[in-house]
């Protein structure tokens, strides 16, 4: 029987709690901004995955770009998931983290040599490969080493996929991603001849936050057309990549990934293929809540601002797609006064917010609100403008809780400049 799925950061007698924690007190002992992730609903969102496509053969590769936290990393890598990298950077993550290289696929349209040796000398499952210079260029490696390199080609399916900013489409003829059909068939058929090449599978990838089961429905079947045509050439492909992408409820609709994989997991029935998820936002996203202080209200003409410790540095999703984020007191009290505000942070930019007109409850000086949905694209997007630390991230998983990643202090700030 698959288990009821449980909301991260439930409210209970009026404050927010993280596993078996108080928030208020995890602020308290750690300082604000701070994010707080909440690892038992990571591995519910895990275990729904598994059950959604049980008889795919399924390998989870985590999408580590969404957080790449190797706290975090670690023991989803106990849970048995794999990694979906897109750098050298993340690669040493993930193996940093114990996750077998077994278990990794490399996608990324720009991937250097230096990145492409340390794949092969990792001895990674498979290249997602993008251009036809990377297949290239891989071969001569491999075959400068002596080895086979292991790759798949990321087909780009010419969906424009509806997701809530142009920015996360990427399976659209005009993306930088992937190659067109006919462009891989013919890479295909030149590997075929390539004795340092393995063809071990296909990838696709149509975007980010999306919540509609017909576009990954459209993607998979125009790849199956691919592996269809070439098996009839002799070339017989192990793995079929979907890609992730898929949306959580920021502030409406999220993937039913049960519905999904009831739909797409008959079309893969005689295929032979197993099935590679690869899952950022919609295993993590959920699982982190942003903690950050009140600093003080400000009236300017018609408008209230909330000015709190994090802005754009800790969260740029806001100000860089638009992004809505729920914000909740994480102390609640009664009878608040409701208005229309903007939450906004001490970077000096206007683009600097976490909310635009927002009705809330207005909050006082000194007060703690929660930013929700923050697991995904939230730390690893951060930055060190206006020479601003970064928070902590702190795990939590039922009754422990853990110091992911300390505060950064004045000194890392500056760490590796010169003055000459
Ligand atoms: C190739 C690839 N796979 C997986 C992902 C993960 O997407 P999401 O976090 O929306 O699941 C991305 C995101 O950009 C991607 O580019």
Known sequence: M??????????????????????????????TPLYLYDFDFIRTRVRTFREAFQDTGLLLAYSVKANGNLGLLSRLGTLG?????????????????????????FAGVGKT?????????AQIYSFNVETVEELHRLEEMARERGGRAPFGIRINPDILSPTPHEYTRTGHAESKFGLPVQ??????RWAATRPHLHARGIDVHIGSQIVEQAPYKRALMSVLEVVHLLRKEGIQLEYLDLGGGFGIPYDG???????????LTPLLKDS?????????????????????????????GAKTFVITDAGMTDLLRPSHYGAYHGIRPVVEVENREVGVVDVVGPVCETGDFLALD????????GELLGIENV??????????????????????????????RERETYGDLVRGEVIP
């Open 272 to 300: 032979e293929l197993r099935l590679i998820l690869e899952p950022g936002r919609s295993l993590v996203g959920e699982a982190g809540l942003l903690v950050t202080r009140v600093l003080g209200l400000k009236v300017a």
């Open 183 to 188: 462009v891989a068939v013919e890479l295909y």
């Open 375 to 404: 697991g995904a694209y939230g730390f690893v997007m951060s930055s060190n403008y206006n020479a601003r630390p970064r928070p902590p991230e702190v795990m939590v998983d039922r009754d422990e809780v853990f110091l992911i």
């Open 358 to 365: 927002r009705e809330m409850p207005l909050p006082g000086p």
């Open 2 to 31: 698959p288990q009821a799925e449980f909301r991260p950061f439930p409210s209970t007698e009026g404050v927010i709690r993280c596993g078996s924690f108080s928030v208020e007190d995890l602020a308290d002992r750690y300082g």
């Open 81 to 105: 998931v794999g990694a979906d990298i897109v750098s050298g950077g993340e690669l040493f993550r993930a193996l940093q983290a114990g996750i077998g290289p077994g278990k990794v696929v």
């Open 253 to 263: 609709e999220s993937m039913d990934i049960r519905a999904l994989g009831r739909e």
């Open 113 to 121: 040599e230096e990145e492409l040796r340390a794949g092969l000398e």
